[in-house]
C-alpha cells in the first residue's frame, strides 16, 4: 500500500508526524507540509538524509489554496493531521480556528480531487464528537466534511476520503503527560476536576493505527481505535507521586469524560477486535465487524469501568 507512493503529511512536523515518518521510509516520496520554518529544521537533523532519503519539505499553509494545490501535484495519499488544537486558544481566536480546522478542510478536499489523490485520512478528536467547544465543533464540521467528499470525486478517478479519531496521544507536545514528565518535583498541580477521565494512546500505536486505515479504507468512514481509558487523578499519582492536587474548576470547552461515539450513530457502527468503524448512512461500501448494541456509545468514563 505504501511502496511506491507519494506521501504528504500537513502539519507533518508535529508529534503524530514525527511517529509515523519512520514507518513510511518504505514510501517513494514523503511530503512535510507545515507553516512552520524552525520546526521543519529540527525535522531535518533529526532525520537524516542518508536515513530518510525520500523526505522532502515544503512550507505552506492548509488555508492557502495555491500553495497546496503546488504542493498535491503527484502525491498520492495525504494523512491530514494540521489543525489549531488547544481548546482555549480556539474558544479565544474562534474566527482562526475556523480558517484553519474548517476552511482549511475544504482547500484538502478541492485539492486533494482535482490533482487526482488516491486516499486521503483526516486525523480528528474525541472533541469532535458531542462538541462542547469551538475546536470540537470545527473538527466536527471537517469531519462531515471529509466524509461526504467521496461524492464530490469524479466516479473514474475517484478520491476516498476517511476520518480517524483519538484521545490524548501520551507524551505529545503541550500534553497534560508532556507537562506532569516536565514538573516531577513539583509540590502542587493544578487539576480542573478529580473526575475527570481521558482516554490515552502512545503515539507509536497512533501511528500504526493510521497505517492500518490507509490500507482498510473504503471512503466515508469514521475510525475508532480501541483505547486506553485512565483517570486523571491516577496519571498525576503516578507522575509526581508527591504532588498535592489543587482544584481550579472546569475550563471553557472542557468536558469531565471524553466521548468518542455517541448512541445517535450506533446503527451506523460496526465493532472489530482493534477498531469502531462508524459508516455513513446508506452507504454503498462493506461493512467489517459486527453492528454494536442499540444505545450503544464510547466514552472514557464508561471504558473505564470499576476501575
Known amino acids: 500500500m505504501i511502496e511506491d507512493q507519494t506521501i504528504l503529511i500537513t502539519g507533518g512536523t508535529g508529534s503524530l508526524g514525527n511517529a509515523i515518518i519512520p514507518k513510511l521510509a518504505i514510501a517513494k516520496k514523503i511530503i512535510v507540509y507545515s507553516r512552520g520554518e524552525y520546526a521543519q529544521v529540527e525535522m531535518e537533523r533529526k532525520f537524516s538524509k542518508d536515513e530518510f532519503p525520500s523526505i522532502r519539505y515544503f512550507l505552506g499553509d492548509i488555508r492557502d489554496r495555491d500553495r497546496l494545490y503546488r504542493a498535491l501535484d503527484g502525491v498520492n495519499i495525504v494523512i491530514h493531521c494540521a489543525a489549531i488544537k488547544h481548546v482555549d486558544k480556539a474558544q479565544y481566536d474562534p474566527f482562526e480556528a475556523v480558517k484553519t480546522n474548517t476552511n482549511g478542510a475544504q482547500n484538502i478536499i478541492d485539492a486533494a480531487i482535482d490533482c487526482g489523490v488516491k486516499k486521503v485520512i483526516a486525523i480528528s478528536s474525541d472533541k469532535a464528537a458531542n462538541p462542547v467547544s469551538l475546536y470540537g465543533a470545527s ?56 473526575r475527570m477521565t481521558r482516554f490515552f494512546i502512545t503515539l507509536d500505536c497512533a501511528a500504526d493505527y493510521v497505517i492500518d486505515a490507509l490500507n482498510i479504507m473504503q471512503g466515508g468512514e469514521i475510525f475508532t481505535p480501541k483505547m486506553v481509558s485512565r483517570k486523571i487523578v491516577d496519571v498525576i499519582k503516578e507522575i509526581c507521586p508527591k504532588a498535592k492536587l489543587k482544584v481550579i474548576g472546569i475550563r471553557p470547552g472542557e468536558k469531565l469524560h471524553e466521548d468518542l461515539i455517541v448512541k445517535a450513530y450506533a446503527q451506523q457502527t460496526y465493532e472489530t477486535e482493534r477498531w469502531y468503524i462508524t459508516y455513513p448512512k446508506n452507504c454503498n461500501i462493506e461493512c467489517i465487524g459486527i453492528l454494536v448494541k442499540e444505545n450503544f456509545e464510547y466514552n472514557s468514563f464508561i471504558a473505564l469501568g470499576d476501575k
Open 139 to 194: 473538527k466536527l464540521c471537517a469531519d462531515f466534511m471529509f466524509i461526504a467528499a467521496s461524492a464530490y470525486s469524479p466516479h473514474k478517478n475517484q478520491t476516498k476520503f476517511s476520518v480517524i479519531r483519538f484521545g490524548n496521544f501520551w507524551g505529545s507536545s503541550g500534553s497534560i503527560v508532556e507537562i506532569l514528565f516536565k514538573n516531577q518535583n513539583t509540590k502542587i498541580f493544578p487539576i480542573t476536576d478529580k
